[in-house]
Each structure stands twice: as structure tokens, then as C-alpha cells.
């Protein structure tokens, strides 16, 4: 079954005099070093993604009554679109502005 049993070792083990179970040892040992970093990076993957994962619990409890409030936000929305559409220039216009700004203020780099 295992096509490699019939090659020759590589010239880099020849030279080192190993044998088969010697580089078979190394090669498992090398594989087990790898599991157990696999799980510490797993372990830190995890550490790490705790406070993401709480919160989206948290979010996830309060679905319903959060879509309420949302639709029932979106209704004025939906009666006058132009308002919105108002709002958003005017956000844009002020963010243009704030940033014009800073870069005009001393001691800023210029882009």
C-alpha cells in the first residue's frame, strides 16, 4: 500500500546514516510537535475570540425586540425617503469638511 516503502531514502539521511525507523521516529515526533501547536494556536484563537463570540450572544437574546425597534424606526423612512436621502448628503458634506479641516490645522500630514 505505501508507494514510498519502495524509493530510497534521500541523500540527506544517507549521509547522516540514518535508518528507516530513525527517520520514521523523527517524522512522528515532528508531526506531534506540530499537533501541539496546532492546539496552543487553537487555544489562543479561541482566548482571543471569547469577547466577540459573548457579544453576539448577547445580540443574538435580544434579536426579536431589536428587529422591532428597527422596523418600527424604519417607518418614517419609508413615508419620506427624501429625508433620509437629505440626511445623508449632510453627513458627507460634514465629514469633507472635518476632514478638510484637519488637514489645514498645523502639525498634520498632508496626504
Do not use: T
Amino acid at each position: 500500500m505505501n508507494r514510498g516503502a519502495d524509493r530510497p531514502a534521500p541523500k540527506s539521511d544517507r549521509k547522516r546514516g540514518l535508518s528507516r525507523q530513525q527517520r520514521k521516529d523523527e517524522l512522528e515526533a515532528r508531526v506531534d510537535q506540530q499537533r501541539v501547536e496546532l492546539m496552543v494556536y487553537a487555544a489562543r484563537w479561541r482566548r482571543g475570540a471569547a469577547p466577540l463570540d459573548r457579544a453576539c450572544h448577547r445580540l443574538w437574546q435580544w434579536r426579536i425586540p431589536l428587529l422591532a425597534i428597527g422596523s418600527l424606526a424604519l417607518i418614517p423612512i419609508a413615508r419620506r425617503p427624501g429625508s433620509v436621502v437629505r440626511l445623508g448628503r449632510q453627513l458627507v458634506f460634514g465629514a469633507l469638511a472635518v476632514d478638510r479641516v484637519r488637514r489645514m490645522l498645523p502639525g498634520r500630514r498632508k496626504r
